[in-house]
């Protein structure tokens, strides 16, 4: 395939955010004191991370992703298909798998970008029928999660860095490459590919895409015959 097409996807595919697993996970516990630990500590922490949301999304993945520490890889294998049925497939946008359907069509190989966890992407992109994924990685010792993440953090400006890595590893030109996002945080994605398109964006990305005439794609409803999703 001669070039790709990149796709966030909280927000962007999914009516999800990394909130929604990170709830399951640390509410399933091998037992209900330590669901109920893991949940109460996270709800401790919620105004910073409601703050470093605002401030850094890289400092939000790491600060969110910290309470993992001490749950078994084995723990996480098991929860990902619970998360995909439970958290993630029910809330699909109803044009995401005609659009992912389009780009394979035209030729591109289709990648999705994410600030969560492989866990959580891996069966989403099997679903979809994407080529591939970039996700964030917890880091374990002796199998357990240390609460860090593998460098590098797959978040904000920095899925640029991974993005012209991945490009340049499969010959892509990113001039012939597309990106898709909902978020203005997500501006440098956009911009770095010759094709940048938005997809529920928020008011900021609006502006934007209005501004430099990106096109905006509404996934959110089933696409209307053989036109698939409007602009």
Known sequence: MSAAAYFDVDGTLVDTNLLHPAVLVLANQPTPLQSVQRVGRALLDAPVLAASELLDRRMFNERLFSHY?????????????????????????????????????SGLRVVLVSGSLDYTIEPLAQ????????????????????GKLMRPVV???????????????????????????DSYSDVPMLSIVGHPFVINPDRKLMRLARAYDWPILDITRPPRGPGGPRA
């Open 69 to 105: 520490r001490g749950i078994t890889r084995d723990r996480m294998r098991a929860l990902s298909q619970e998360i995909f049925d439970s958290v993630t497939r029910p809330r699909i946008f109803k044009g995401t798998r005609d659009l992912i359907e389009k780009c394979r069509e």
């Open 127 to 146: 679903y979809l029928g994407a080529d591939d994924w970039i996700a964030n990685r917890l880091e374990y010792k002796s199998g357990k999660a240390t």
């Open 155 to 181: 978040a904000g400006p920095d899925k640029v860095g991974l993005i012209a890595q991945d490009a340049r590893e499969h010959g892509h030109e990113l001039a012939d490459c597309h990106a898709y996002s």
